[in-house]
């Protein structure tokens, strides 16, 4: 990113971590749990002793789908998505939570990690409105950074966004029947499969109320609403009976796991104070949406401060090559008034020096002439950008 300025780029980081289940599924019956999987685990807890949980553990779990469609078809689109389609690649990323989780009643959780970096466009990349060589590496650098799962680029005029999200991790508590167990994996599985595609969520500034915000987040993609309503008819096919559910959500669906409310309702629900709710908004949810707020300021700050410090190299710049192209033109008088002396008198090597002087002067005028344009709508366009983020 040079040919003048030099790569301006700021690194933002924002974390994202989901919760799983408020209320921790009941243990319920494991009548449908194949009796090889039901034998591997003592009562009452699906790791059957174990400190720690183990890849054959969760491969277990992800067995006990195979009678399930649906659910395992979630398991291989989370494989895909996140272990480059590996059940043993999706397990391994399943650890035992920490104790403050399981202190919370709480299942499970995933936790999710997105990066932002902002990267100023080189000359290159300006004249041929494509990325330059090395625009292309920066880019490429952060997308081998480890543990990266995917990344995304957006293109502003003056440079780009560069997104990066990372390979979650998801844990679950012990102990804990395996048909709890396995509703709250798979209720991980969607928060994971879903939020890994994208790092957008609900922005707090466009709600007038903190209910508005609660009901948006717990309604977005892949949020508690998608992940109960997933988790919890899987939960019910495998019982065959919907009486081992949450109890408020237990009458919501039938005993094959079908939905029997709409999602409106399912939030409702989610939101809602203990025992009438799952209580998110009294625990999980919490302060998110001063959170949120406050989050969001300081992207724009940093987004601010990452235009400020380009604005202030674009206009030095600007600045040196309106001094540059003043200077080359009287250089290039010069030379060609030399010249035609030079020729006068029959010197043969100061005119081929003045030649070669004149052709590099007319070549660095051409090169001014196309990128000095470009400098100069890029200082307007960014004077704009810094009136808006102010």
């Avoid at 974390?15 to 591997?40: E, F, N, Q």
């Avoid at 685990?41 to 699906?46: C, H």
């Avoid at 895909?80 to 104790?99: D, V, Y």
């Avoid at 999602?263 to 104070?273: C, G, K, Q, S, T």
Wanted: aromatic share 4%; glycine share 8%.
């Amino acid at each position: 990113m040079r040919l003048g300025v030099s790569t301006a780029w700021r690194l933002a980081v924002a974390a994202l971590t989901l919760s799983a289940c408020g209320p921790r599924p009941g243990s319920g019956t494991s009548v449908s749990v194949p009796r090889t999987v039901a034998d591997a685990t003592s009562a009452g807890d699906w790791l059957g002793g174990d400190a720690q949980v183990s890849k054959p553990r969760v491969l277990a779990l992800f067995e006990l789908a195979s009678r399930d469609p649906s659910a395992s078809a979630l398991i291989d689109d989370a494989a895909r998505a996140l272990a480059k389609g590996s059940r043993e690649g999706l397990a391994a990323l399943f650890t035992r939570c920490a104790a403050d989780v399981e202190g919370s009643g709480e299942a499970g959780k995933t936790y999710l990690r997105w990066q932002t970096a902002l990267l100023s466009k080189d000359h290159p990349t300006l004249l041929e409105g494509a990325p330059s060589a090395e625009l292309t590496a920066k880019i490429r650098e952060l997308s081998e950074v480890p543990r990266t799962l995917v990344t995304r680029v957006e293109d502003h005029p003056d440079y780009v966004v560069v997104r990066r999200g990372e390979v979650p991790t998801i844990c679950l508590v012990a102990p804990m029947s395996t048909a709890a167990a396995y509703e709250a994996m798979i209720h991980e599985l969607v928060h994971a499969q879903a939020r890994q595609a994208t790092d957008e969520a609900p922005d707090a500034d466009a709600f007038a109320t903190e209910d508005a915000y609660l009901t948006a987040v717990v309604l977005s993609p892949g949020d508690e609403v998608d992940a109960y309503v997933v988790a919890s008819g899987a939960r019910a096919r495998l019982d065959g009976t919907n009486r081992n559910l949450i109890a408020a959500l237990a009458n919501k669906f039938d005993p094959a796991g079908r939905l029997l409310v709409g999602r409106d309702e399912i939030a409702r629900v989610v939101l809602a104070r203990r025992p009438w709710g799952l209580g998110y908004g009294d625990t999980g949810l919490r302060g998110a949406y001063a959170r949120d707020k406050e989050m969001r300021a300081k992207l724009r700050a940093s987004r601010r401060a990452f235009v400020e410090q380009l604005l202030a190299a674009k206009r030095q710049e600007l600045s040196a090559m309106t001094a540059n192209l003043g200077v080359r033109r009287h250089n290039l008088d010069a030379r060609r008034q030399n010249l035609a002396i030079a020729r006068a008198r029959g010197d043969a090597a100061e005119a081929a020096r003045l030649t070669k002087g004149i052709a590099d002067d007319e070549r660095a005028l051409r090169e001014l002439g196309r990128v000095t344009p470009l400098v100069r709508d890029g200082v307007t366009r960014l004077e704009r950008e810094l009136a808006r983020l102010r």
